[in-house]
């Protein structure tokens, strides 16, 4: 199991809760507009990437560790993204920009779950198979969201949204079980 483990389930809670409240808020607004939905969506990946960069940290994963820099780095192009869909204000940027940063935040998770260690050390990731699934939802929401760029704010937030909530509930059934599983372990 990896260092920091026990203590893993805070920041996978609060990557649950932000991609739930935000699947949440697009599912109740119904005239977002533009603006809206490009603040709406640079929150959303400005508090994603926050939290995934915690659980980066948290994991405590070598500093030459590829998964490391793989999902720091998709942290990072998530954080540029939601700025730049903030300032843009513009749909098809936010459709375009927002996909090309999910997808990569995907492709990162991927990498990092299927990625073996350096040295075939036996280590296996907490998070490696909701990775798998996150991964998959992230690039799936990332492909589709410029084919919706058409259809206006409210489908691109549908879309999102849509994505997010799939994700926020895997990542609150991981915070739960890492948390059983963290008071299993204290309590042997």
């Known amino acids: 199991m990896t260092p920091g483990a026990p203590l893993l389930w805070r920041p996978v809670l609060l990557r649950a809760l932000v991609a739930l409240a935000f699947g949440l808020t697009t599912v109740f607004w119904a005239e977002p507009g533009p603006l ?35 999902l720091q780095g998709a942290a990072g192009i998530l954080a540029v993204g939601g700025v730049m869909v903030a300032i843009s204000a513009s749909s098809v940027v936010a459709a375009w920009l927002g996909g090309v940063a999910l997808a990569v935040l995907g492709a990162a998770e991927l990498f990092a779950a299927i990625r073996k260690p350096a040295g075939n050390s036996g280590e296996k990731l907490a998070l490696a198979s909701d990775w798998r699934i996150s991964g998959v939802l992230a690039m799936g929401t990332g492909i589709l969201l410029p084919f919706f760029a058409a259809a206006g704010p409210h489908a691109m937030l549908g879309v999102a949204g849509g994505g997010a909530l799939m994700t926020g509930a895997l990542w609150a059934l991981s915070a739960l079980t890492l948390r059983h599983d963290g008071g299993t372990a204290k309590a042997q």
């Open 36 to 70: 809206g939905m490009c603040l709406a969506l640079a929150v959303y990946f400005l508090a994603s990437a926050a939290g995934q960069y915690w659980i980066v940290r948290t994991m405590a994963l070598p500093r030459r560790d590829s998964r490391r820099v793989m």
